[in-house]
């Protein structure tokens, strides 16, 4: 089979910044100093005495060769498909860009008064406004600075809730219940707010165990779920209502991660489920840029009930239109970050939902959805797919198929680069063995879909008739498979001079 | 497409969705806008921060300071703003560079052992070093002075609160305005650190040397928290100092103001202590031909692996924003970033002068300071910084009593190397008018 690669990879050389450096050189230019010297308040023994030694000394054209040929090591959405399941990794638009740039937010002072800051608590609000109406929760925080800080704000509530409805007699409730396909983050986030954690099984059909989850909350020490929708399998839990019935009645609450909500927007809402609190990835669903790594942002959305609880301050909207902050909430959980979370992600995201409209909104979450069908329709015969229900935004298969001939999952990621792709988030979730877990987001249409598709049932073929060629992929890239191992046994996490 | 895999129409893409949970109506939030349009409206809204376009002198966790046009086309480039987590090192050697360049730059500044990818900010760094101390030493209370961040003491708050840590507050000095001596005198054999912010709040440099050696013979760590990263190019290292974990605000370095985020939060420490660190670590890897490149390690403390046991429960960090720091720190460089500090504090020192000269005007903490000053005025602060933005256009500095109810004419005031002599003078001119 011929197959026509999506990108191809150039490779220059290029020296860490401080094997480049030569005393003397710099690349930058501050006007004169126009104030006599003086000496200093600042006594001698609290002085740099070792002159910056090792940092860098470069010119400006040094600095943008050093990051442009850097730059050209890596892959990203504006050079194709990135397929990685649960991470959403759709376009991000550069209006939003220009938005996040004007002057009158990007040079505005975070301790800047109420009244001389009023269109950036707009921002904020109106964002708020459109993210209780996309879960159905109307109580929101903005400041988590990530999915994960959105998490331990959402289950610290949850806390905080049981421990004022139930007093001492709380300290009984603290366990919380996580599947076993949840991510990560989840139990780690759960532990930071004192829970132990008890892992609940999935069924045979990728499903919440519903018996499993009785049996659970029977002991009565249930503090909450942490429940993901889609779950990480990509698949509804249509059981979502009787879940929440479940663990309401065991006296706990439901935290939904909405790391998956790109397969919800516009079509259901948690609120409308039994969720009691929720976090969203803003750097997902809402298009703000992943920038190899952050900056997220990870709002917290709570039902009524549970607003009080909520990180302080509030942005609050008063009768005569102006906004302010709100300080005076005295059962919030306290302040989760300095400021008001990642704001310039928070213009990026309100950028998007305007831009798109509600009616653009339901239309991507269709298009997400219609995406990851195709690729699961179309990798059906070479692929095997543990799960035979409808996939929602995403799409589990697994290497049964190839492993007879020694091709693994990692192998068919790496092989897949040499196709021009970034690879489908790999061995996640960690109940499928070998999964491979695709999600194609809506920032693609039917020709590369099908580039790709095509692409992995060459692999498949290959996989039978030349597995070494898979076996030892990526070919054509700047370095092959680093020996990770030998990292992590002596590790170096810093240059230092010869 | 629909044909293609037998659905008559986009609504039986959600069969699996029960029909009593799915939204029967459009959602409620506006129709969409074009671009022109949309550019129009967030034009409008922030038009209506007078804040931003102000002559400022406020700092308290955030600083102006110059960015080298460069730093924004490096961050625009689609290759490293559009890239994900580097997972696949393969193809993702450019973030992951940037990430080893970035740990090397935090070491060599803060003059510690090891750093880690980035947190989310310097509060929640704070907050993540009080947890780590805790690990590592085993004991659960942390001593703070009043003249820390007050919001970063209350995410510390936030973050201890569940993990059985105390955390005890001692007063700072009313007369040096630092707290290093009050700090040293409140360990004991429970501590498990000393957390001290210098440059502090107030803008006091504390010293650093006398904690080390008083958290040392107590068995406890040394934690230094900075906000104002730009005192690195001047103030003796943290590590030089003894510091056992080192974390700051990275926002000075190259990134706007944005009315608070995203910023950056730097962690350092010593090497005994990598495998307790939170959060992302890049280190040195080799391929089988012998190439160098870089990966992510010691992934066994986080959260993907350990699960409930992890060091933090970080993922997505803050990427970007130390790509942003690192394209700043290597175009200043070695001398920029030490010019930089030197006019900041030059230049503090020449408001703070002028300013103690000024009728009714003093600056009531003695102890030794960067480029921020609290200045005690002749009338409430609040009303007096309303005044002189509203009819001057300056924002003279951050009124303390916003923090501190008992502090009602005192302020802050941040000078750095973007203000320049005229509006130093402007600034004097205004107070004393």
Known sequence: MTITKATTHISPNEQLIFERSQTGRIGYRLPALDVDEVELSIPNEFRRDDDLEGMPEVSEVDVIRHFVRMSTWNYSIDLGMYPLGSCTMKYNSRLNEKVARIAGFANLHP???????????????????????????????????????????????????????????????????????????????????????????????????????????????????????????GLFERNIKQICEIVHEAGGLVYMDGANMNALVGIARPGDMGVD?????????????????????????????????????????????????????????????????????????????????????????????????????????????????????????????????????????????????????????????????????????RQELDQFIAAMKSIAVEAVENPELVLNAPHDTRVGRLDEAAAARKPILRWKPE | MLEAMGLGSAEALFDSIPGDLRLKRPLNTPAALSEIELLDRFEQMGARNAGAGRISFMGGGAYSHYIPTIVDHILSRSEFFTAYTPYQPEISQGTLQVIFEFQTLVCQLTGMEVANASMYDGSTALAEAVLMAERVTKRSKAVASTATHPQYLEVINTYVQHAGIHLELVPFDEKT???????????????????????????????????????????????????????????????????????????????????????????????????????????????????????????????????????????????????????????????????????????????????????????????????????????????????????????????????????????LVCVTETNSREQIDRLIQVLGS
């Open chain 1, 111 to 233: 301790l800047t008064e109420e009244h001389d800051a009023q269109g950036a608590l707009q921002v904020i609000y109106e964002l708020q406004q459109h993210l209780a109406e996309i879960t159905g929760l109307p109580g929101i925080s903005l400041q988590p600075a990530a999915g994960a800080h959105g998490e331990m704000t959402g289950i610290m509530i949850i806390r905080a809730f049981l421990d004022a409805r139930d007093g001492a007699a709380a300290s009984h409730r603290r366990t919380m219940l996580i599947p076993d396909s949840a991510h990560g983050t989840n139990p780690a986030s759960a532990h930071l707010s004192g829970f132990s954690v008890k892992t609940i099984r999935s069924t045979a059909e990728g499903l919440t165990d519903l018996d499993h989850l009785r049996e659970l909350c029977a002991h009565g020490e249930v503090a909450g779920l942490m429940l993901t929708n889609p779950n990480t399998l």
């Open chain 1, 277 to 445: 609190v929720i976090h969203l990835n803003l750097h997902k669903t809402f298009s703000t840029p992943h920038g190899g790594g952050g900056p997220g942002s990870g709002p917290c959305c709570c039902t009524k009930e549970l607003e009080p609880y909520l990180p302080v301050p509030r942005i609050v909207k008063s009768s005569d239109s102006t906004y302010g902050l709100d300080y005076d909430q005295p059962k919030s959980i306290g302040r989760v970050k300095a400021f008001f979370g990642n704001y310039g992600m928070m213009l990026r995201a309100l950028s998007y939902t305007l831009t798109h409209g509600n009616d653009g909104l339901r239309e991507a979450t269709e298009a997400a959805v219609l995406n990851a069908r195709y690729v699961a329709a179309g990798l059906i015969e070479d692929y095997d797919k543990p799960f035979a229900g409808a996939p929602m935004h995403e799409v589990v298969f697994t290497d049964k198929k190839q492993t007879r001939k020694g091709v693994h999952t990692l192998d068919i990621a790496k092989r897949l680069i040499d196709y021009g792709f970034h690879p489908m988030t790999i061995y996640f979730p960690l109940i499928v063995q070998g999964a491979m877990l695709i999600e194609p987001t809506e920032s693609v249409g």
């Open chain 2, 177 to 411: 305005g630092q707290s290093w001596q009050a700090l040293a005198g409140a360990i004991d054999d429970e501590t498990a650190a000393l957390v001290v912010q210098s440059p502090n709040f107030f803008g006091c440099v504390e010293d650093l040397s006398a904690l080390a050696d008083a958290a040392h013979a107590k068995g406890a760590l040394l934690i230094v928290a900075i906000t104002e990263a730009m005192s690195l190019g001047l103030l003796k290292s943290p590590g030089a100092c003894g510091a056992d974990i080192v974390v700051a605000e990275g926002q000075s370095f190259g990134v706007p103001l944005s009315f608070g985020g995203p910023y950056v939060g730097l962690f350092a420490t010593r090497e005994k202590y990598a495998r307790q660190i939170p959060g992302r670590l890049v280190g040195e890897a080799y391929d089988k031909k012998g190439r160098r490149g870089f990966v992510l390690t010691l992934a066994t403390r986080e959260q993907h692996i350990r699960r409930e046991k992890a060091t933090s429960n970080i993922c997505t960090n803050e990427g970007l924003i130390a790509l942003a720091a690192t394209v700043y720190l290597e175009t200043m460089g070695r001398r920029g970033v030490q010019e930089a500090a030197h006019q900041c504090a030059q230049k503090a020192a020449y408001a703070a002068r002028a300013i103690a000269k000024l009728n009714g005007y003093a600056i009531p903490f003695t102890g030794p300071y960067f480029n921020e000053f609290v200045v005690r005025g002749p009338g409430r602060a609040v009303e007096l910084l309303a005044r002189l933005g509203k009819e001057k256009g300056i924002d003279a500095g951050i009124a303390l009593s916003r923090f501190m109810p008992d502090r009602p004419n005192d302020f």
